[in-house]
């Protein structure tokens, strides 16, 4: 099937790109309309034939109304976002969560191709996660299915922006290790790029920090693999790009050791990075296409 395009909308930036190809990224602008103007614009100037539409938002997605509920997209809730882009470009929209686009994209085109069943985590400024088998995304009775990042976990303590406490959140995501590291490393102000360059550079008491979030990480992993049996483990997001290995170890090994002697998944970095929710999102438009058109 060809004319599939598919948009990462986040919080500060919107992607546009085909399977296998972007065609671009723009700051998110502020409003629904401005943001479908926004599509329709970067559409006509690609020139590419449009036939179906695939649209990932950050944050939780009714497929029904065609709506989402982002918190870092404020101005998106409510509005009618899938009925908009349809009067605007006359073609099917399907809307999906950015992190079951994400997994999509890394089961059938990344670092779990091959896989029977796979997971895949981000790890950014929270924790998401998504399970892919043969029959797609596992999404809940409310798209709420695998918030991994609001399993509690033994390390953490206090309140979690979700309304609960001691959240994985709190030890484990991109956003709480820059944290703990600004505190061990004495620099209150660093930057995520700073904080990386410290960890490569090799500074005493960085491994302590990646240790801790990665084992928090893994352990809250068993009950996944004890429940849903993936093959594969992919692990994306900002930190896990800034600190690969240092992080992933950790992970590898506190599920190794939990699911003794049971074999455990491959835990595998992922590897289309911007590209993974724009090819997820146009994956998704093309499973919702009734088979003779695909
Ligand atoms: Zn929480």
Same mark, same amino acid.
């Given at each position: 099937?060809?004319? /599939? /395009?598919? /948009?990462? =909308?986040? +919080?500060?930036?919107?992607? !546009?790109?085909? $399977?296998?190809?972007?065609?671009? &990224?723009? #700051?998110?602008?502020?409003?629904?309309?401005?943001?479908?103007?926004?599509?329709?614009?970067?559409?006509?100037?690609? +020139?590419? *034939?449009?036939?179906?539409?695939? &649209?990932?938002?950050?944050?939780?997605?009714?497929?029904?109304?065609?709506?989402? @509920?982002?918190?870092?997209?404020?101005?998106?809730?409510?509005?009618?976002?899938?009925?908009?882009?349809?009067?605007?470009?006359? /073609?099917?929209?399907?809307?999906?969560?950015?992190?079951?686009?994400? *997994? $999509?994209?890394?089961?059938?085109?990344?670092?779990?191709?091959?896989?029977?069943?796979?997971?895949?985590?981000?790890?950014?400024? +929270? =924790?998401?996660?998504?399970?892919?088998?043969?029959?797609?995304? $596992?999404?809940?009775?409310?798209?709420?299915?695998?918030?991994?990042?609001? %399993?509690?976990? #033994?390390?953490?303590?206090?309140?979690?922006?979700?309304?609960?406490?001691?959240?994985?959140? %709190? !030890?484990?995501?991109?956003?709480?290790?820059?944290?703990?590291?600004?505190?061990?490393?004495?620099?209150?102000?660093?930057?995520?790029?700073?904080?990386?360059?410290?960890?490569? *550079?090799?500074? #005493?008491?960085?491994?302590?920090? %990646?240790?801790?979030?990665?084992?928090?990480?893994?352990?809250?992993?068993?009950?996944?693999?004890?429940?849903?049996?993936?093959?594969?483990? &992919?692990?994306?997001?900002?930190?896990?790009?800034?600190?690969?290995?240092?992080?992933?170890?950790?992970?590898?090994?506190?599920?190794?050791?939990?699911?003794?002697?049971?074999?455990?998944?491959?835990? @595998?970095?992922?590897?289309?990075?911007?590209?993974? +929710?724009?090819?997820?999102?146009?994956? *998704?438009?093309?499973?919702?296409? #009734?088979?003779?058109?695909?």
């Amino acid at each position: 099937m060809t004319g /599939v /395009v598919g /948009v990462d =909308i986040g +919080g500060t930036k919107t992607a !546009v790109g085909t $399977l296998g190809q972007l065609l671009g &990224v723009w #700051p998110t602008p502020d409003s629904g309309p401005a943001l479908v103007e926004l599509i329709q614009a970067a559409l006509e100037g690609s +020139g590419a *034939a449009l036939s179906r539409l695939g &649209v990932c938002v950050a944050g939780r997605v009714d497929p029904e109304r065609g709506t989402t @509920r982002a918190a870092n997209l404020p101005s998106l809730v409510g509005f009618p976002l899938r009925d908009a882009l349809h009067a605007a470009l006359r /073609v099917p929209v399907t809307l999906v969560n950015d992190a079951d686009a994400a *997994a $999509l994209a890394e089961h059938r085109a990344g670092s779990a191709r091959g896989a029977r069943a796979s997971v895949f985590v981000t790890v950014s400024t +929270g =924790i998401g996660a998504a399970y892919v088998s043969g029959s797609g995304a $596992l999404r809940g009775a409310h798209g709420q299915a695998m918030e991994l990042g609001h %399993l509690p976990s #033994p390390g953490a303590h206090g309140p979690c922006h979700c309304g609960r406490q001691g959240c994985l959140e %709190l !030890v484990a995501s991109g956003s709480a290790i820059n944290r703990a590291l600004r505190v061990r490393l004495n620099r209150p102000g660093a930057a995520p790029a700073e904080l990386a360059a410290l960890a490569a *550079a090799g500074e #005493p008491g960085v491994q302590e920090v %990646l240790h801790a979030a990665g084992h928090a990480l893994g352990v809250a992993l068993l009950p996944v693999c004890l429940t849903l049996d993936p093959d594969v483990i &992919v692990i994306g997001g900002g930190a896990a790009l800034a600190y690969g290995d240092r992080l992933l170890d950790p992970v590898r090994g506190a599920l190794r050791d939990a699911l003794q002697p049971w074999p455990g998944p491959d835990v @595998r970095p992922a590897c289309l990075g911007v590209q993974a +929710g724009v090819t997820g999102a146009a994956l *998704a438009a093309m499973d919702a296409a #009734p088979v003779a058109a695909r």
